[in-house]
């Protein structure tokens, strides 16, 4: 690492602007706002003064059981040459889908970069890791993956966990779960590592969370789960563009009806987004608005929860808890034989008064921290109650 020339020195050397620069920490301050030490300085200017003069970290890539998805969110930015700046910042010394070697070559090359960085790179690892049957299910150059893995993770300063397969086994782990597929923390053990969930994840969380533990010398905070306060610390719910329908209760029933046409809120499709912890609806991908599921009229999978996909129907709607809206405002629809518009919207003010304001209000403004806890608790134990549910039938 001491050999590598300074940020600022590689990127002056490969003809990037300072200007380009500057945007790169732009938008990294955009995505991570708070929760880091390196983007609470007071202007872009600052941040790329800060990183401009650290060393160009070190990363090796690795790739397990996945569909380099995660790699692609890196590389498939709007504007192709902050996907460049990206790789210009960081020492990107072996990835194997983006450099030339293989086979053995390929092999050479990330014993050389072990060996080069020892105790300095920072291990991506990309994918979860198959541990079934001494992991015979993914074998590297002769070896399990597992043992790949855990050799390579002893000589790293720190472990990253890139996207829901590598932080707790994401879609390989579905049941049944064949190849016993698992996350990086249940493999590794005694160095510092982040999880960045996510399918995939943002790109900027990968790059603000390497350059604050590489320029600042220390990991972001991070939750009871491993992620980034910066990134995870909010659920979609609470700055989703629909949110203003789901205090209403106006709901899409159904996929293309007069509701999903004017985009009402997708909770009743199955939208996942009251128990999801992640910067979606805040931080878009691509540098492009409204590129994200519930932009483009689809519920939110739950991709970053553990308990959530792959665990729960992809149209099943999670638990609401304290209220739902329609307990606390007027129905959008009223039926014959049923309280008219004028008198439910006469009961829904006073009671809205009373009650919903209050309901809303503490859901809207409660920690995602405080929030979050309740939450997953809460949806592990309704997953569990019915999976019970289903065996009971099955007896």
């Not at 399918?199 to 603000?208: D, F, G, K, Q, S």
């Not at 899409?252 to 909770?267: I, N, P, Q, S, V």
Request: charged content about 20%.
């Amino acid at each position: 690492m001491s050999k590598k020339p300074t940020i600022e020195e590689h990127l002056k050397a490969t003809g990037v602007t300072r200007r380009s620069f500057v945007q790169l920490c732009g938008m990294l301050m955009a995505a991570a706002p708070i929760g880091l030490s390196l983007t609470s300085k007071a202007s872009a200017q600052e941040v790329a003064k800060v990183v401009g003069k650290a060393k160009r970290p070190s990363v090796i890539w690795l790739h397990f059981q996945d569909c380099t998805g995660c790699t692609e969110t890196l590389l498939r930015t709007s504007a192709p040459d902050v996907a460049h700046l990206i790789l210009d910042v960081i020492s990107l010394d072996y990835h194997e889908t983006l450099m030339a070697a293989s086979g053995a070559q390929a092999e050479a090359a990330l014993q050389s970069a072990i060996a080069d960085n020892a105790g300095k790179f920072v291990l991506v690892v990309e994918g979860a890791i198959p541990a079934r049957d001494d992991g015979n299910y993914m074998l590297l150059n002769g070896k399990p993956a597992i043992q790949v893995i855990k050799e390579t993770a002893a000589k790293a300063a720190a472990v990253i966990a890139m996207g829901s397969c590598a932080s707790w086994g994401g879609v390989p782990s579905a049941d049944p779960n064949p190849t016993g597929a698992i996350g990086v923390d249940s493999v590794i053990s005694g160095k510092p590592i982040v999880n960045l969930p996510g399918c995939p994840p943002n790109p900027y969380n990968l790059l603000a969370t390497v350059l604050e533990y590489v320029v600042m010398g220390k990991l972001p905070a991070l939750d009871e789960y491993g992620r980034p306060k910066f990134a995870y610390e909010r659920v979609i719910h609470e700055n989703c563009p629909r949110r203003a329908h789901f205090d209403a209760g106006r709901f899409a029933a159904t996929f293309g009806d007069e509701g999903h046409r004017k985009g009402w809120c997708l909770y009743k499709l199955g939208c996942k987004g009251p128990v999801t912890h992640a910067a979606c609806s805040t931080r878009h991908f691509c540098e492009v608005p409204g590129v994200w599921p519930i932009g483009l009229g689809v519920p939110c999978v739950g991709c970053t929860e553990k308990s959530v996909i792959w665990q729960m129907g992809t149209f099943q709607t999670v638990p609401i808890h304290l209220a739902t809206p329609p307990d606390t405002y007027p129905p959008v629809f009223s039926g014959s034989g049923k309280v008219g518009v004028g008198a439910a919207a006469l009961v829904g003010a006073i009671a809205g008064a009373v009650g919903g304001a209050t309901w809303v209000a503490s859901q809207k403004f409660k920690s995602s921290n405080e929030a979050g806890v309740e939450h997953i608790g809460l949806d592990i134990a309704h997953v569990d109650k019915q999976k019970s549910a289903k065996v009971g039938k099955e007896e």
